[in-house]
């Protein structure tokens, strides 16, 4: 085998070598953002959103539970909808900054906020 052929040899060698490396680091990127949340980031984002639930809800001044239980589906209803999960215990790493973010710009859909002023007349009426 002349030199020629022998680094013509060596350089498909690295090219198949350098391919299943990019494979390989792709992989390994693609199990670290859906490894599921640890039970401490779960937990820090249960925690958020029952902070936010209780900031908008303050502005309600005294709400009952089922009017808390509108925005809880509110807010929950939204992190499934940016991330395109079906349940939060599906939340991946890869959407833990993304669900922080929502979490911390959520407002309640007019509908819900409609909801919950109407629930408050029914109870003054009452």
């Known amino acids: 085998?002349?030199?020629?052929?022998?680094?013509?040899a060596i350089a498909t060698g690295y090219g198949s070598v350098k391919e299943e490396l990019l494979e390989v680091k792709d992989r390994v990127e693609?199990?670290?953002?859906n490894v599921p949340l640890s039970s401490g980031e779960y937990g820090y984002i249960t925690r958020r959103i029952n902070q936010r639930v209780?900031?908008?809800?303050?502005g309600y001044g005294e709400i009952t539970q089922k009017q808390r239980a509108k925005l809880y589906i509110d807010i929950n209803q939204g992190v499934k909808a940016v991330t395109g999960v079906s349940t939060r215990t599906q939340l991946r790493a890869k959407h833990y900054d993304v669900v922080l973010d929502y979490i911390n710009d959520w407002e309640p859909s007019t509908a819900t906020k409609m909801q919950v002023r109407q629930m408050r007349l029914d109870l003054d009426i009452a």
């Open 30 to 33: 693609d199990l670290e953002e």
């Open 1 to 8: 085998m002349t030199l020629d052929q022998q680094i013509a």
């Open 54 to 58: 209780s900031e908008v809800a303050h």
